[in-house]
């Protein structure tokens, strides 16, 4: 039997509606399950010594070899260095600057590290760590604790630093990232109290994986994941498990991978 054309559009109409229903349920349980959130992905702490005289905000660090990178990573932050790649740079630094800088320093008398050693200084603790390539939604807490290790994050901004709270006050951090690292250095000069830094940094390592629920499509978890309905960089990560990108199901899991991976 042929229905009239005004039955016909009716029921195309409640048609599309069931799709578009079955596509915004599929869409908020993806929203709910594939939620990309950031984590720690690395972190480190050390110990750092008393400086001088405490009356003095934020000395530069004691002229020593040990404090040689952090003069090298607050010039990095200020711009006043300028390399290349921070991790070829970390290499030779360590490998071939140090010996240098300390021959320097005897053919001078020790001239060449006055500048950096005055009457009041800070002892400083410097770090590099590495981030994974692909990292995405990168950031950086430094925090400061004095014996207890209980850490208090340092967010007062003073130029490129970030001063540290009481009770682990005359301290600051500064750090800057260069390519995928991170160099830090944390100075304390309290002229009594030692100091604990702890820098924590944080993202989302890709490739992600994902459990597939009931309701979801690939159109669904692509626009939860990436924002955009790019279903198929999903089926083209995982092409060798999807026979029809329009047939996936629940308990089956699926490579996601970073925004910055292009789709080929």
């Not at 480190?44 to 090298?72: M, Q, T």
Request: aromatic fraction near 10%; hydrophobic fraction near 40%.
């Amino acid at each position: 039997m042929i229905l009239p054309l005004y039955e016909r559009l009716a029921l195309n109409r409640l048609s599309c509606g069931f799709q578009i229903l079955i596509l915004l349920s599929g869409l908020f349980a993806s929203l709910a399950h594939c939620q990309v959130q950031s984590g720690l992905i690395a972190a480190k702490e050390f110990y750092v010594d008393h400086g001088d005289y405490s009356d003095v905000d934020n000395p530069p660090c004691r002229g020593s070899e040990d404090n040689v990178l952090a003069d090298i990573v607050q010039g990095l932050a200020h711009a006043t260095i300028v390399i290349p790649s921070l991790g070829q740079f970390v290499g030779s630094f360590i490998d071939q600057s140090l010996p240098a800088v300390r021959e320097l320093a005897k053919q001078s008398g020790g001239d060449l590290l006055k500048p950096l050693a005055p009457n009041r200084y800070a002892n400083c603790g410097t770090v590099f760590l590495q981030v994974l390539p692909g990292t995405t939604n990168l950031s950086v807490k430094v925090l400061a604790a004095e014996g207890d290790k209980h850490y208090q994050e340092c967010t007062e901004r003073a130029g490129q630093f970030l001063k540290c709270p009481q009770p682990a006050g005359w301290s600051a951090w500064i750090w800057k990232q260069d390519g995928d690292f991170i160099g830090a250095t944390y100075k304390n000069w309290s002229h009594d109290r030692a100091r604990n830094g702890r820098i924590e940094v944080y993202g989302i390592l890709w490739p992600l994986k994902h459990t597939v629920i009931k309701g979801e499509s690939l159109s669904t978890i692509s626009l939860a994941t990436y924002g955009r309905f790019i279903w198929g960089k999903v089926y083209r990560a995982n092409v060798k498990d999807i026979d029809d990108p329009d047939l996936i199901y629940p308990g089956q899991v699926l490579l996601l991978l970073s925004p910055k991976t292009p789709i080929r």
